[in-house]
């Protein structure tokens, strides 16, 4: 048997390793029959927001039929580009890119230089920018552009390079790991060479899996985040998987715990895991071995340590001092981001997805008001959670989780919001990963990346998620082996995102026209052979109301994902449906994480995990990055 690597593993695959999927004998069934029992293609699917002015699904309709894409006037300012397979950055003619940061450079100067023989000074990990980079924000703080940027991940055969693949072996190899990952904040500046760090900026800060956190909202003090560490269940250290991001209108950043339970085992082979450890995925095994080398990560010995994890995590970049904030009030879930706007009544509304096959989708609405220079300190505390049901018919509801409506105790819902979820009757969803939220128009997007494992099994038997909930195909996730993902956008009732009600649409189905020619897997109709991709993940607007729709899927560019190349961005017009590609990435990254300049002359683009010999060359170690990209005439990029 060929044993696996665990390290070279995603987070999704090791997720799959830990709770493989059941044998599969019933994949014959034709996919089509699906969708048009559910009278999909006839009424779901739309591709521009003018759909919702229809007002009526068989509107929907009419406008597929009606509206061109191809014909309509192009909004994007920039000559889209084809694939590419290569290691390199590709942008369109006109544009220029150059990188920002990558792992290991420094934020201050006492930092060890970095060096690709050891992966790093071990004692300077928290010095500097650090593995991994995902979701990301700008702010501008007086006159000064401050990044704050996610590291959700290390890979430790890169960053331990000296040992057997990458397996940490003492202690201080575990505080390394520890360090390169969670959020980096900085100061950013453009020179005569560009944009760069501003080193020893006094913004600048490493917050890792080590620093200090306070817990807040329904969970704090509760018996259920209690340690003998933290008696009071209020403080914790460290946040972790941190993936995508937030941004609040009082100029505060939102970093996302995502895939936090492969941090937690134990080395006690007689320990029973408790119950809940099965919804969130938390096995005995862990993918870095913190457990034998930092007791806090052992489950046997602290029981409630994996509860303090999987929160949306509120951090002051203005204040290099001041303590992030666990907010509970918005669920522990793997959360991917959260994406903030403010009501018709002024209260924050938080949109969340839950990144896991078969989990659900979330809205926070606040109980009070948002004011400006007011206090916001309560505002991500106290409010009312909500889980979203998705109609075949094209309407939804948001569906409160309550101790009436679940049975729960506030602090459970706050832990167990997945079971909370289930409790209610949600959707379950192909993975939800980003959403974003249109700044000129009354609607929302997510990003559904994909799942292989929807539909049935055998003898009419479903597929379900860790809790037990069926993963039946339906109008909103219409395909089983879904391997190329779609995005779902919903329009508030009242034109109101605290309205419990929507109703929704399809903004792509994405495919292979080439590879295949089934409605089911070809995609829609605003994807064609120049444009295709597979597993949508991030996902931001910018100000003019353009998408841009960022990849982590299958690049091997062979089988059904022939000719779709490397993971890439792209920009989507909600108005027409229009797609169309602005950046292809290196082989083997992921595209990930989006941000603007302060005078939207400088797009900002991270790259994850990318194939050697990206950025440096050969022979050098692959390494995460920050790109900037530029119109060589200066003028605003998106």
Not at 45 to 61: D, I, K
Not at 250 to 279: I, M, Q, V
Not at 322 to 330: E, G, H
Not at 606 to 618: C, K, L, M, R, T
């Amino acid at each position: 048997m060929t044993e696996i690597n665990k390290n070279d593993l995603s987070w999704d695959e090791w997720d799959e390793l830990q709770t493989p999927p059941p044998a599969v004998t019933d994949f014959d069934k034709v996919v089509e029959q699906a969708l048009s029992r559910r009278g999909f293609l006839g009424g779901i699917l739309a591709m521009g927001s003018a759909a919702a002015a229809m007002g009526s699904l068989s509107g929907v309709g009419a406008l597929m039929s009606s509206t061109s894409a191809e014909a309509s006037t192009s909004r994007f300012a920039f000559k889209p580009i084809a694939i590419a397979t290569d290691s390199t950055i590709h942008v369109p003619e006109g544009y220029t890119w150059k990188v920002l940061s990558k792992w290991g450079d420094p934020l201050f100067s006492s930092a060890a230089p970095f060096s690709d023989e050891t992966g790093g000074d071990a004692a300077s990990a928290d010095k500097v920018f650090g593995e991994n980079t995902d979701g990301m924000e700008l702010f501008v703080i007086g006159n000064r552009q401050v990044i704050a940027v996610n590291h959700e991940y290390v890979n430790p055969e890169i960053n331990l390079p000296k040992n057997d693949k990458g397996n940490p072996a003492s202690a201080e190899d575990v505080m390394k790991l520890q360090n390169l990952q969670g959020v980096t904040v900085m100061e950013v500046a453009e020179g005569e060479n560009g944009w760069g760090i501003v080193v020893d900026s006094p913004f600048n800060r490493r917050i890792t899996h080590l620093t200090p956190m306070k817990i807040s909202g329904p969970a704090a003090g509760s018996d259920l985040l209690k340690t003998e560490a933290d008696p009071t269940g209020t403080q914790s250290l460290g946040t972790f998987n941190n993936c995508g991001a937030g941004k609040t209108p009082w100029g505060t950043y939102l970093t996302c715990e995502e895939n936090f339970n492969g941090y937690f085992g134990t080395t006690d082979a007689a320990f029973k895991l408790p119950d809940d450890y099965k919804r969130y995925g938390i096995v005995a095994e862990t993918r870095y071995a913190y457990e034998k080398f930092d007791p806090r990560f052992d489950v046997a010995k602290n029981p409630n340590e994996p509860r303090r994890a999987g929160y949306v995590v509120e951090i002051d970049p203005s204040d290099a001092s001041s303590t992030p904030v666990k907010r509970t009030a918005l669920g522990r879930i793997k959360h991917e981001n959260a994406a903030v706007v403010i009501a018709r009544d002024g209260r924050v509304v938080v949109y969340m997805g839950d990144d896991e096959r078969g989990e659900f989708l979330y809205k926070y609405v606040s109980n009070d008001v948002y004011v400006p220079g007011g206090d916001t300190s309560k505002l991500l505390d106290e409010g009312m959670l909500y889980v979203a049901m998705f109609s075949d018919e094209g309407t939804g509801e948001w569906l409160a989780l309550t101790p009436e409506t679940t049975g729960m105790k506030a602090d459970e819902i706050a832990v167990f919001t997945r079971m909370a979820a289930s409790k209610v009757g949600a959707t379950t969803m192909d993975r939800p990963e980003w959403v974003a939220v249109n700044p000129v128009a009354i609607e929302a997007y997510c990003c559904l990346t994909n799942n292989t494992r929807r539909g049935e099994v055998k003898d009419g038997k479903m597929r379900t998620n860790a809790g037990g909930d069926q993963m039946t195909l339906n109008a909103v996730n219409p395909r089983e082996k879904n391997g190329y993902g779609q995005i779902v956008r919903w329009y508030p009732a009242n034109n109101d995102h605290a309205d419990a009600a929507f109703k929704w649409d399809l903004f792509a189905m994405a495919g292979n026209p080439v590879v295949h020619r089934d409605s089911a897997y070809a995609g829609s109709q605003n994807i064609n052979e120049g444009n295709m991709f597979n597993s949508p993940d991030g996902m931001m607007f910018d100000t003019t109301g353009l998408v841009w729709i960022q990849t982590d899927g299958e690049d091997s560019n062979e089988g059904d994902f022939a000719g779709q190349g490397n993971n890439q961005m792209l920009a989507g017009d909600p108005v027409t449906g229009r797609i169309e590609r602005f950046l292809t990435g290196p082989k083997g990254s992921e595209v990930t994480g989006l941000t603007w300049s302060a005078d939207k002359r400088t797009m900002f683009v991270g790259i994850q995990h990318p194939d050697a010999p990206f950025p440096e060359g050969e022979g050098k170690l692959p390494r995460s990055a920050i790109i900037a990209i530029k119109r060589q005439d200066n003028a605003l990029v998106g």
